[in-house]
Each structure stands twice: as C-alpha cells, then as structure tokens.
T-cell receptor
Framework: TQLLEQSPQFLSIQEGENLTVYCNSS?????LQWYRQEPGEGPVLLVT?????EVKKLKRLTFQFGDARKDSSLHITAAQPGDTGLYLC????????FGAGTTVTVRA | DAGVTQSPTHLIKTRGQHVTLRCSPI?????VSWYQQVLGQGPQFIFQ???????GRGNFPDRFSARQFPNYSSELNVNALLLGDSALYLC??????????????FGSGTQLSVL
C-alpha cells in the first residue's frame, strides 16, 4: 500500500515548457526525498526536504515541502529532454516509503 | 570508487523455483537495504541489514529472506517463486543505515521475470 500519492501519473510536455508534479501523504513524515529514476537504473537522490514550508532549488528544479509536512511539489522550469524520467517522492522514517511516481517525458 | 553493484542484472525463473540475488555495497558502507519495484509502482521496502543484523523488515511473506556477510555484501533469497514476484529488485547501501540522516545509494537492480 502506497502511503504517498503522486500526481499526475504521466506527463508529456514539449522542450522549454514548465511542469509541476505533486506528492501527497496521509501521514506526517519527518523528512521527504525526491528521486529520479531512468529505465534500467536505480533511483538517484535529487533533494531532501526537512522543514515544513521549506523551498529548495537545484538549477531548474524547485522543491517545496508543505507547512504540515504532508505534501510536496517539484517544479521544473524550461524542461529539457534530459529531464525525462520517473520522478519518485519518498517519506523517511526507518525506511523509505515511495509513491508510485510520475513518468515525465520531455519531447525535443 | 565503484557504486552499488548487483548481480545478475537479469534473471528468468519459473514458478516454484528459488532465486538468490546478490549485492555489493559501496566501500565503507555497512548497511544494505533491499527494495522490490513492480512495473508501474514505486520501490517497496523488503529488508534492511546493518553489521550483519536485520534492522527492519517490510510487509513481505516468509518466502523472502536475506543475509549480510562480514564483508557487508548481501544476498536476497526468494523461495517458491510466484508470478507476482516478477519485479526489479533494488539494493541500496549507506554508511550506518540511518535512513533519516544518511543518503541511500541504489544499484541498478536485478530484473527478475517469473514465468
């Protein structure tokens, strides 16, 4: 059972457009992580958010953690084909609890 | 330094068989975790080991077992395979196994197909 709900499930956009993916939880997590996974590879950590209301930027990627620490979003500005992949959010306790992910396709 | 290595990369088995998957953590990492990722889903936690001791177990049947060796490498064993066991099995390592404060490094996984 996935405690974390991610939306949308699929997203296909043109190069240069912006996109936002969402992660919502039924539980409060002490911290939350975002990963990107490419076909045939394991997930790679993008960011960890810890404080409610926190905003982190990683080049063209902006991550927000909700005030109540139950939701998060990932915004990509001016998407590029290299941003294509499966984006996973994961809540952290003694283990990672992953959402089902959002498959992002950026068309050249 | 080498990352987390898993073997084999692909495996095909039939129902009822047994399978052993192997993982070597990053040098200096003492903790290994196993995750199962079914197509279209996020990874699901199976086990965590630290210093050869089981630290955590996910909601998986007893057909799933694991162990960690003195060199910190690990094996995941699955008995009496079912069609539903078909998945990508991921291994992740970290220094101390403190998921809250440490970064997990994932291997590329073993793709298991059960026919």
């Amino acid at each position: 059972t996935q405690l974390l709900e991610q939306s949308p499930q699929f997203l296909s956009i043109q190069e240069g457009e912006n996109l936002t993916v969402y992660c919502n939880s039924s539980s409060v997590f002490s911290s939350l992580q975002w990963y990107r996974q490419e076909p045939g590879e394991g997930p790679v950590l993008l960011v960890t958010v810890v404080t409610g209301g926190e905003v982190k930027k990683l080049k063209r990627l902006t991550f927000q953690f909700g005030d109540a620490r139950k939701d998060s979003s990932l915004h990509i500005t001016a998407a590029q084909p290299g941003d294509t992949g499966l984006y996973l959010c994961a809540g952290i306790d003694y283990k990672l609890s992953f959402g089902a992910g959002t498959t992002v396709t950026v068309r050249a | 330094d080498a990352g987390v290595t898993q073997s084999p990369t692909h495996l095909i088995k039939t129902r009822g068989q047994h399978v052993t998957l192997r993982c070597s953590p990053i040098s200096g990492h003492k903790s290994v975790s196993w995750y199962q990722q079914v197509l279209g889903q996020g990874p699901q936690f199976i086990f965590q080991y630290y210093e050869k001791e089981e630290r955590g177990r996910g909601n998986f049947p007893d057909r799933f077992s694991a162990r960690q060796f003195p060199n910190y490498s690990s094996e995941l064993n699955v008995n009496a395979l079912l069609l539903g066991d078909s998945a990508l099995y991921l291994c992740a390592s970290s220094r101390q196994g403190n998921t809250i404060n440490e970064k997990l490094f994932f291997g590329s996984g073993t793709q298991l197909s059960v026919l």
